[in-house]
């Protein structure tokens, strides 16, 4: 059995080589290292695979967030309501601009943005929800964009672990994760699941007069060469990471179904395991069923419900086998973030679940023994 790794990137990189070579070898040639044509055909094509009108590429995905809130024009003291379990740059970004996070729990079945508690958190000064599409599946966007039509808020999508993933609205109509709010930021760190190979990230947005304010943000709050309408940022896609990427596109929803495909065996053998439960999909097909397209497994996320995870995170690393506990801390339990607003009856599920969440190997190189081998150390650990 091959060594088994969380995200196996030379394993992928071997099966791209020759493009991703070629493709660094141009702009090494013609040395367009920043604002290169590369960045601009990549825009296009991912404006064309995700069907919006505006793909802002920028330098990482945590500026995707601060401009993306920059441009929908949020002041200080605005309220922005956010997922208490997720990575912290979502919060990050809403408190540097000097917003008012407001923390609320998530489901424990789908590990997203509870409805009911945004609903609850909403008050006169709230501006905007920002749904985490965690782990790779869509929040409940058609409730969340109902809420926001109401109270008149800003959606915006933090997809950076979600890119490719689709959504079904109740009418049938599909959308790409990202573009169904008023505005989307993406990650294409590394680990990824369309990733750079370096830092990068994007802004997308139908709306055209929001890319035009967003597209100078990006660039010092420049419209003009050298007029300065709006305090901006430095946040750029180099040329060469807009290269791999522009590469690696065509592959996104091949990938994508490759972990789809390591999930679906992951739960296919963890199925009527007691204290070991796995990620429900919004259509509760637990990852099995073979033509959903709603999850693209960024992480692959387990709850152990007996107590016996953290031996569990002790037992793999002498097996050999890497995991990650994505998230171990509730951000209102951060000491950036602590808010004495906040109850801890406010967060019964994130609080569960910083105790019972492990994220298995996910990539798109897992080879069946080594799945054979996890589950069975799993198992074996958990209910031996
Ligand atoms: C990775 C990630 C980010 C930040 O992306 P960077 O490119 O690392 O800045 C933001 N939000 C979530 C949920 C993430 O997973």
């Given at each position: 059995m091959k060594k088994i790794q969380m995200v196996d990137l030379d394993g992928q990189y071997q099966g791209i080589k020759e493009q991703v070579n070629s493709a660094i070898a141009s702009i090494l040639e013609n040395s367009?290292?920043?604002?290169?044509?590369e960045v601009k055909a990549f825009q296009g094509d991912l404006e064309e695979y995700l069907g919006v009108k505006h793909v802002i590429p920028c330098g990482n995905g945590t500026d995707a967030l601060q401009i993306a809130m920059m441009g929908l024009g949020l002041k200080p003291g605005d309220e922005v309501i956010t997922a208490?379990?997720?990575?912290a740059a979502t919060v990050e970004v809403i408190a540097l601009l000097q917003l008012t996070p407001v923390l609320v729990d998530v489901y424990p079945d789908n590990f997203n943005i509870d409805i009911a508690a945004i609903e609850r958190a909403i008050t006169p000064k709230t501006r905007a929800i920002v749904p985490v599409h965690l782990f790779g599946q869509c929040a409940n966007m058609e409730a969340i964009l109902a809420l926001a039509e109401k109270h008149n808020l800003f959606v915006i999508e933090d997809n950076a672990q979600a890119i490719g993933a689709n959504y079904t609205f109740s009418d049938g109509k599909k959308q790409k994760a990202?573009?169904?709010?008023?505005v989307g930021a993406t990650s294409f760190?590394?680990?990824?699941?369309?990733?750079?190979y370096g830092d990068g990230g994007a802004i997308f947005t139908n709306d055209d007069a929001l890319a035009h304010t967003l597209k100078g943000i990006v660039n010092h709050?420049?419209?003009?060469?050298?007029?300065?309408?709006v305090v901006g940022v430095n946040s750029r896609l180099d040329s060469i990471q807009a290269a791999v990427l522009r590469a690696k596109l065509p592959k996104l929803d091949e990938y994508c179904g490759k972990r789809r495909d390591a999930a679906r065996k992951y739960s296919k053998a963890f199925?009527?395991?007691?204290n070991i439960v796995v990620p429900k999909t919004v259509n509760d097909c637990e990852g099995i069923c073979?033509?959903?397209?709603?999850?693209?497994?960024?992480q692959y996320t387990l709850k152990i419900?007996?107590?016996k995870r953290d031996g569990l995170v002790k037992h793999f690393a002498e097996k050999g086998i890497p995991c990650g506990v994505?998230?171990?801390?509730p951000l209102h339990k951060q000491k950036a973030y602590?808010?004495?607003?906040?109850?801890?009856?406010?967060?019964p599920v994130t609080n569960q679940l910083v105790q019972q969440v492990i994220s298995l190997p996910m990539h798109t190189e897992l080879e069946d023994d080594q799945i054979e081998y996890i589950t069975k150390t799993v198992i074996d650990f958990v209910n031996g």
């Open positions: 367009t290292f920043i604002n290169g044509p208490d379990f997720t990575f990202g573009t169904i709010g008023h760190f590394p680990s990824k699941n369309l990733g750079a709050g420049m419209y003009e060469r050298y007029h300065h309408d199925k009527g395991q007691e073979d033509t959903c397209d709603c999850h693209v497994f960024h419900t007996n107590g994505y998230y171990p801390i602590a808010d004495s607003r906040y109850r801890e009856e406010d967060f």
